[in-house]
């Protein structure tokens, strides 16, 4: 069965530290890849997408991802994060597979605290 | 533009009763979803619709019915609520099923079955 895994559940960063999280997904064939956030309070909204081209994408607020097909990976990067990146991450693939509709499949989420 | 809403918020349920978990967008959507978060789990898919009219069952839709009259809202039932369906519940929307499409995700409800 496809899935996806996000490795850390927790992150704990100072301001101004770099970020990675991890994702990483099974599935063969053609994927389409999410990062989707949600701050406290609010939505899931989207960060950033590929589908595409350059695997190297950017996003709002500064992030970016990096899809390597042999990997298997969509890992999230920021440089220098801020207190108010402090949110939950989530990592999703859609499967480009025939049959209508935009299948999501999930990670369990990265729940990132930032300290001034 | 207020998006997908959803309401209520927070419900506290006894074992046995039923409810309907509301969701409405108005971004003229064809596509409507509903997902259960579970603590430490991904969202999975419980229902989803493809226009009014047409339902379909996502990966986790036991103990649960929707239905589709209009383009704006995608009511979820709960009957018979059970402790296992304590969770958080995400309704969200996309333009169409494209595999690149972006969802958009209403606030969610937080339900406790006791």
């Known amino acids: 069965a496809q899935s996806v895994s996000q490795h850390n559940h927790h992150v704990i960063l100072s301001e101004a530290a770099s970020l990675e999280l991890g994702c990483n997904y099974s599935y063969g064939g053609t994927v389409n890849l999410f990062w989707y956030v949600q701050y406290p309070g609010q939505h899931l909204q989207l960060l950033l997408k590929y589908f595409s081209g350059d695997p190297l994408v950017k996003g709002i607020k500064g992030f970016e991802a990096e899809f390597i097909k042999s990997k298997f990976s969509f890992n999230l990067r920021k440089p220098s994060v801020q207190w108010s990146d402090t949110a939950e991450y989530f990592c999703a693939v859609n499967p480009s597979v025939s049959g209508g509709y935009n299948k999501l499949i999930f990670g369990a989420g990265t729940r990132l605290a930032v300290h001034p | 533009n207020a998006g997908v809403t959803q309401t209520p918020k927070f419900r506290i349920l006894k074992i046995g009763q039923s409810m309907t978990l509301q969701c409405t967008q108005d971004m003229n959507h064809n596509y409507m979803y509903w997902y259960r978060q579970d603590p430490g789990m991904g969202l999975k898919l419980i229902y989803y619709?493809?226009?009014?009219?047409?339902?379909d069952k996502g990966e986790v839709p036991n103990g649960y019915n929707v239905s589709r009259s209009t383009t704006e809202d995608f009511p979820l039932r709960l009957e018979l609520a059970a402790p296992s369906q304590t969770s958080v519940y995400f309704c969200a929307s996309s333009p169409s099923g494209g595999a690149a499409d972006t969802q958009y995700f209403g606030p969610g409800t937080r339900l406790t079955v006791l």
């Open positions: 619709s493809v226009g009014a009219g047409i339902t």
